[in-house]
DNA sequence: TTGTACGCGTTATCAT
DNA sequence: ATGATAACGCGTACAA
């Protein structure tokens, strides 16, 4: 069916790896072989066959992301960087979603290994340290994630950072009651603890903390339901990520709560939705795009280390900034009536 | 490094065929034999190289989905679709974007023909009916278009006749005056044909089509300038899609319009955003996940046929119907109002 | 039930 | 400058 090198050698009357030679750009060949052997690979228009090659090479020049779910508005335009620069150096992308399925997550990256993929991006990991150590003895791993063994290639985004920011904001506004949504992950959360580290810092407690299982607009609106319902006296509501904070929104909305007047909701990531709803959410911008270009590059490295020549594992990982995007759902234009009121 | 037929051969003293047939689950073998195989196969980690086998069978069971850009929020759920039935039959899948680049398109179809990848899902592809048929005898290929040589695998979504339902919606409302935001596609567009084919069934005309270069929000709150500005008698505006709308909504605010009152907005494709806008946005629903499953069910068909046994390569077309949403922005609880008003 | 040997399409090592 | 040939890791006739 396809052509071979074989075909092309036969075809041209000179050996396979003259062919080869030919294809690579290898050595000095005879201008009227090169030509001769060009004019027949365009003619039975072969293609090199990569499989053939990677099994000699031992590199395949594809990597994978695997990412909790592609409809998490946080993931597309973080692969769009990655495939961006994966592309930008010869690397194909496969993309796989592990429906924040701990089961499904182990069995692809198994099949992963099989694959013979060069590297993988691993976000939102919902794998024990162990598991995770265990994963990096089988692939070049870079792990996207706030909680991960130290000794493992990580780029994280400055969540407890940038949530301490955020909720640090609010207090300067005035507020005193402020809850949070959380997500937990096995009990734990790097916003929710950025949360409570601006309170402790206050002063103040203590802290209103309801958790969501995941975090959609649905889940949202259920928990803020179920926390104010707790702690009426709330004037502020941080929540996990926008998604949440649009769901706190309704929440308010089916309460009857005036936003920013009655009470702040904020959110976190700023996703495109966060601008466009009314009124228009304060949140913290993480560049997702960004993040998956910093991922892929410290994977890239890693791909060009040799094992004489092993990649400087940074020991410390690659951080990411969050900046505060100042909308209207924190009533930042009140200030002064809050500052005031008090 | 990682372990071979071989070595797990060796290791258990038995030839390399009889681990090939543990390992693939073939014919009768001594249960003995086979746990002390698969003992060693334990032991050693072994893991079959799916490199090799691909070689050796000539499928490598992995697909490619090809689409414009994974941030354009009609992809992530198609995508998501296309993942989860690949997955469920065993195959993995190349993500690719072409960034809406003809010529990186053909790269990428070129660079996917190397990699061997059992078929190819391409969505909103900018390749001429020639390349496309070319293109079509280097790759099994499943085509999402409106716009397709009728010889290839297709899946389209009913977009003219959903266009032109969307925009009978407003008709019945009594609009007259009736505007439409086109993105072209080499002059060509499904949609715009749809809104031209209701106006004309009502004797209505002349059409005021605007169009974009790219369906965004920003490009859209342009075009309804420029449309605005050329006929401001308008009444109603039918977008090419939700992006659009969302635009066309900012100009309208810009311009002092409200909507639905003195303007109606209508989009297509009803994305996550268009139920959480300020007035919430009528649209037609596209289902995209499913798009995603129906268009690799059909590239798995194709997979499956052989030469001798070549798949009912339907000559129809797999189509997708769309489902109007009547939200805020058509004005439809005014439908009296209007009506009376004329 | 188990083993031998060849082929898949390339690259790479040695000759010539 | 070019050619024979051995890997790469696996499946599979064909033998035993």
Redesign the pocket.
């Known amino acids: 069916m396809?052509a071979?090198?074989?075909d092309v050698a036969r075809e041209a009357?000179?050996?396979?790896?003259?062919v080869?030679?030919v294809?690579?750009n290898?050595?000095?060949?005879?201008d009227?072989?090169?030509r001769r052997v060009l004019d027949v690979i365009a003619r039975l228009g072969?293609?090199?066959?990569t499989?053939?090659?990677s099994?000699?090479?031992?590199k395949t020049r594809s990597i994978a992301v695997v990412i909790p779910q592609i409809t998490d508005p946080f993931y597309p335009e973080f692969v769009q960087g990655v495939e961006s620069v994966a592309r930008q150096q010869g690397y194909h992308v496969f993309l796989c979603n592990t429906d924040e399925d701990p089961a499904q997550e182990h069995k692809i990256l198994d099949a992963l290994a099989s694959k013979q993929v060069d590297g993988i991006i691993l976000c939102g990991t919902r794998l024990t340290p162990e598991q995770l150590i265990q994963a990096n003895t089988l692939h070049k791993l870079v792990l996207i994630t706030s909680r991960a063994p130290a000794t493992l290639a990580t780029v994280k985004v400055q969540e407890e950072l940038g949530f301490c920011a955020l909720t640090e904001h609010l207090l300067q506004l005035g507020h005193q009651q402020i809850g949070h949504i959380a997500r937990l992950l096995y009990g734990n959360s790097a916003r929710r603890d950025g949360y409570q580290r601006a309170l402790r810092a206050h002063g103040i407690g203590p802290f209103h903390v309801e958790p969501v299982g995941r975090a959609t607009i649905d889940e949202g609106r259920a928990a803020a339901h179920r926390l104010l319902d707790r702690v009426p006296a709330l004037t502020a509501i941080t929540c996990y990520n926008d998604l949440v904070a649009i769901g706190t929104l309704q929440a308010c909305a089916d309460r009857g709560l005036a936003v920013p007047t009655d009470i702040a909701v904020v959110g976190f990531d700023d996703i495109l939705i966060a601008a466009l709803v009314e009124p228009a959410l304060t949140t913290m911008h993480v560049d997702r795009f960004k993040l998956g270009l910093m991922a892929t590059e410290q994977l890239m490295q890693q791909l060009q280390s040799t094992d004489e020549m092993p990649a400087p594992t940074s020991c410390q990982p690659v951080e990411l900034p969050t900046r505060l995007v100042v909308r209207t759902t924190c009533g930042a234009k009140c200030s002064a009536n809050v500052a005031t009121a008090r």
């Open positions: 396809t071979t090198l074989r009357g000179v050996s396979i790896r003259t080869s030679r294809v690579n290898r050595e000095e060949i005879a009227e072989t090169r072969y293609r090199p066959n499989l053939a090659r099994l000699v090479s031992g």
